[in-house]
């Protein structure tokens, strides 16, 4: 009896050794290949685009310039100033140039008065008791330039003619827009000019890339 107990332990133990070799197999071969209802891997693309255009931009900082009073009451002569902040910008890396063009009246330009039909005639230099009205510049800006006819000091001032525009400013790299110049803007009249109080002209400003 104890020799069949014997041999039935050692069946039992041989079945058991083959079981968990025949498991052991199963593991190995199920880390080798996906079971049903496993997640597998997939990939794709997407392109993104982005477009940046080509921009320039110009900000007066002082809508008007008051030049104040030129002949007085007394009847003395004075050299009216005003000043501002011109700013520019773009992103064109060639840079940009500004024109100054003023309406006035007749191709000199010039501050004119529509109820008494008189023009204080664009002259250079201003001077009290004699009509002169014109503009200066001036720049610390790195990379920015002003034309010679308008980078000027004291009474001397470049003309803001009607019809043409004159280069006054030039830049020569892409910038923010921030100040670029400093404009001024000056006159003087003859005191026998006709008393009124709408002597005027509108500047224009104008900045182009450079091609």
């Known amino acids: 009896m104890a020799e069949k107990i014997k041999k039935h332990k050692e069946i039992i133990f041989v079945l058991g050794i083959g079981l968990v070799l025949t498991i052991a197999g199963l593991l190995g ?3 080798m290949m996906a079971l049903p209802g496993s997640v597998s891997a997939a990939t794709d693309t997407v392109a993104v685009t982005a477009t940046i255009e080509s921009w320039i931009s110009v ?4 809508a008007t310039l008051p030049l104040g009073v030129l002949v007085t009451s007394a009847g003395g002569s004075v050299i009216g100033s005003a000043t501002t902040s011109v700013q520019v910008g773009t992103n064109d890396t060639d840079g940009w140039t500004m024109t100054i063009e003023g309406e006035g009246s007749g191709a000199a330009g010039g501050l ?12 250079t230099p201003v001077g009290t008791g004699v009509d002169g009205y014109g503009a200066q510049a001036t720049t610390t800006e790195s990379g920015v330039s002003i034309n010679g006819a308008y980078d000027l000091t004291g009474n001397t001032v470049g003309l803001i003619p009607q019809g043409s525009s004159p280069d006054i400013a030039s830049g020569s790299a892409a910038r923010a827009l921030s ?3 400093t404009l001024t803007v000056k006159a003087s009249s003859a005191t026998d000019n006709p008393a009124a109080n709408d002597y005027g002209d509108t500047i224009t400003l104008t900045a182009t890339v450079i091609p």
């Open 29 to 31: 071969m199920s880390g």
């Open 59 to 62: 900000n007066i900082i002082q």
């Open 112 to 123: 004119y008065s529509t109820i008494e039909t008189h023009l204080i005639g664009t002259a």
């Open 179 to 181: 100040h670029a110049f």
